[in-house]
């Protein structure tokens, strides 16, 4: 069965993973790159968690730090691109995916809180 946060994660996890890597590669840069890895990559860990919760409790706190995570995730990658750090084909398309898982996440916690 699809479960589109959890593929859409996913896939995110593995984009952000390349774009870090290039960075690395290209730049020679491992601070904002390694920021922008832990965050991007734990969306998709807390969405995966989420799917094993005990309890609606739980569900919504993974869903929580999922949804933080992405902000975060979209911050670094505007900082990344606004301050030239790096930009590659990629760079425009991670940021359109970021944003819209937090819409999707930000769906889940409103329904999922209003269910409670």
Same mark, same amino acid.
């Given at each position: ?49 989420? %799917? ?5 409790? !739980?569900? =919504? ?6 949804? @933080?995570?992405? *902000?975060?995730? $979209? ?17 425009? %398309? ?5 944003? !819209?898982? =937090? ?6 916690? @409103?329904?999922? *809180?209003?269910? $409670?």
């Amino acid at each position: 069965m699809e479960n589109v946060i959890v593929d859409k994660s996913y896939s995110f996890a593995v984009g952000i993973t390349k774009f870090c890597f290039a960075i690395q590669d290209h730049r020679r840069e491992y601070i904002l790159s390694h920021q922008l890895l832990k965050s991007g990559t734990s969306i998709g860990a807390n969405v995966e968690e989420s %799917q094993g919760a005990i309890s609606k409790a !739980e569900f =919504i706190a993974k869903i929580q730090i999922s949804f @933080k995570e992405a *902000k975060e995730t $979209r911050y670094w990658l505007r900082l990344i691109k606004d301050s030239d750090v790096f930009q590659n084909e990629n760079s425009e %398309q991670l940021l359109k995916d970021c944003n !819209e898982l =937090i819409v999707i996440l930000t769906s889940i916690l @409103k329904s999922s *809180k209003d269910k $409670r």
